[in-house]
């Protein structure tokens, strides 16, 4: 199995500067990937960004990174320049063999 | 819409009765995931189908849950006898063989047992 940690509860950002949510994993399997979704207040999961473990270079996707370190088994997610709307629940993934294990969350809340 | 949809989205029930879920993932897509989420945390694994075919349910999966893809398009998750510990906000997902990393998520079906 696999095991996702996420030891932010909350953090605060101000608006259009970049924010780092934590996330490490445990895994014994060689080959898993790396996802982060956002659940606003509407309640919705919404996938973000994917890193594979095979993945060379850091997954990117318009103001998302993935800061993916193997060694340190870390995949922290880069939001640049806040937005409002980035307000939400967000949660680190890990899945081994079509099964997706979910860290506990970081409630981001961005300041006008 | 053809995003992933369940129904009903509350249900509201007394301690005892059984209760229904249905999920309606994306046409194309043939994994479909069931998970629980209570407040604050983030979802649990429940079971997940291949097609019509039930590949691995989780021991948080009490004999009181069953799931069921009959034709490996939409699927029911029943609870019967629901406790109070119950309550929660069951959410489905659903994946294609050649994106097997992306899952999409419907809205949650939320179930609160009095």
């Known amino acids: 199995a696999q095991k996702i940690t996420q030891t932010q509860p909350g953090m605060f950002v101000q608006e259009k500067e970049a924010v780092t949510l934590d996330c490490t994993y445990d895994t014994s399997d060689p080959s898993y990937g790396l996802f982060w979704y956002k659940q606003p207040s509407s309640g919705e999961m919404i996938f973000l960004i994917y890193q594979g473990s095979y993945d060379q270079q850091n997954a990117t996707e318009g103001r998302y990174s993935l800061n993916f370190q193997k060694a340190r088994k870390s995949a922290n997610l880069v939001i640049s320049a806040s937005q409002l709307g980035d307000s939400a629940m967000y949660f680190c993934?890990?899945?081994?063999?079509?099964?997706?294990?979910f860290g506990s969350g970081t409630k981001l809340n961005v300041k006008p | 819409d053809t995003g992933v949809s369940q129904d009903p989205r509350h249900k509201i029930t007394k301690r005892g009765q059984n209760v229904t879920f249905r999920c309606d993932p994306i046409?194309?897509?043939?994994?479909l995931y069931w998970y629980r989420q209570t407040l604050g945390q983030g979802p649990e694994f429940l079971t997940y189908f291949q097609n019509e075919a039930q590949l691995e349910k989780s021991r948080l999966l009490s004999d009181r849950f069953s799931a069921e893809r009959p034709k490996g398009s939409f699927s029911t998750l029943e609870i019967q006898r629901t406790e109070q510990g119950d309550s929660a906000m069951y959410l489905c997902a659903s994946s294609s063989t050649t994106s097997p990393g992306e899952l999409f998520f419907g809205e949650g079906s939320r179930l609160t047992v009095l």
């Open positions: 993934a890990g899945n081994n063999f079509n099964k997706f294990y």
């Open positions: 046409s194309e897509h043939n994994r």
